[in-house]
């Protein structure tokens, strides 16, 4: 089977900007997860999609969003991007039967 | 929000046991997970432990949950250099996502 996959690995982009970020899932997994990994912040949640709803979100501002495609692929879109989104942004997929998440090799974020 | 700490740093001689320790608040977690992160990869689950277990072996790896306290280790037995990276502390998931500590960096001294 193969594994997570996200799309692109690395991305460069400037304040202001808006960036989308995408992730393919374990085959037959209906459950993305979006996290964002900083130094200073460590590893936090940022959403979780389900069968195409968002059934959770955490503490992260209006300007991220995402959504989820009948396919189970995801995307997370950032708009109006600062600085501090500079980050390595890690999708997740599970079959939700048991919470065991998957990684994905996730998309490393420069804002300049 | 629920909340998970440990340990920033830990240093071991190659051959000794590594005991990385976590304490955590998330007292409906019905499991609870060690995950890997090696030098410039993704996430790797390394193991978990169902919440009414005290403890759990896997190979070289020994979890042990003590419910009451919310505390939470992970002892890898004759450590190797390949072992050197960063462990999350982890509870949570599903709907509501995993929360992570902040990671222990494991030092492999030869």
């Known amino acids: 089977k193969a594994g997570v996959t996200q799309t692109p690995r690395y991305l460069i982009k400037t304040r202001g900007q808006q960036v989308t970020l995408s992730c393919s899932p374990i085959?037959?997994?209906?459950?993305v997860s979006w996290y964002q990994q900083t130094p200073g912040q460590g590893l936090q949640f940022l959403f979780e999609?389900?069968?195409?709803?968002?059934?959770n979100k955490g503490n992260f501002p209006g300007r991220f969003s995402g959504r989820q495609f009948s396919n189970s692929r995801s995307e997370m879109n950032v708009s109006t991007l600062e600085l501090g989104d500079s980050a390595l942004y890690l999708c997740?997929?599970?079959?939700?039967?048991?919470?065991?998440?998957?990684f994905g090799p996730g998309t490393r974020l420069t804002v300049l | 929000g629920e909340d998970v700490e440990q340990s920033l740093f830990l240093s071991v001689r190659e051959g000794d046991s590594s005991v990385i320790n976590c304490t955590y608040t998330d007292s409906s977690s019905t499991y609870l997970y060690w995950y890997k992160q090696e030098p410039g990869a993704g996430l790797q689950l390394l193991t978990y432990?169902?919440?009414?277990?005290d403890m759990k072996q896997d190979q070289r790896l020994t979890v042990l949950l003590n419910k009451k306290d919310k505390h939470l280790s992970l002892r890898i037995a004759d450590t190797q250099t390949g072992d050197s990276a960063i462990y999350f502390c982890t509870t949570g998931g599903g709907a509501d996502g995993l929360t992570f500590g902040k990671g222990t960096h494991l030092i492999i001294q030869p």
């Open positions: 085959s037959g997994h209906r459950s």
């Open positions: 999609y389900f069968s195409e709803t968002q059934r």
């Open positions: 997740a997929s599970s079959s939700d039967d048991f919470n065991e998440q998957f």
């Open positions: 432990i169902f919440s009414n277990m």
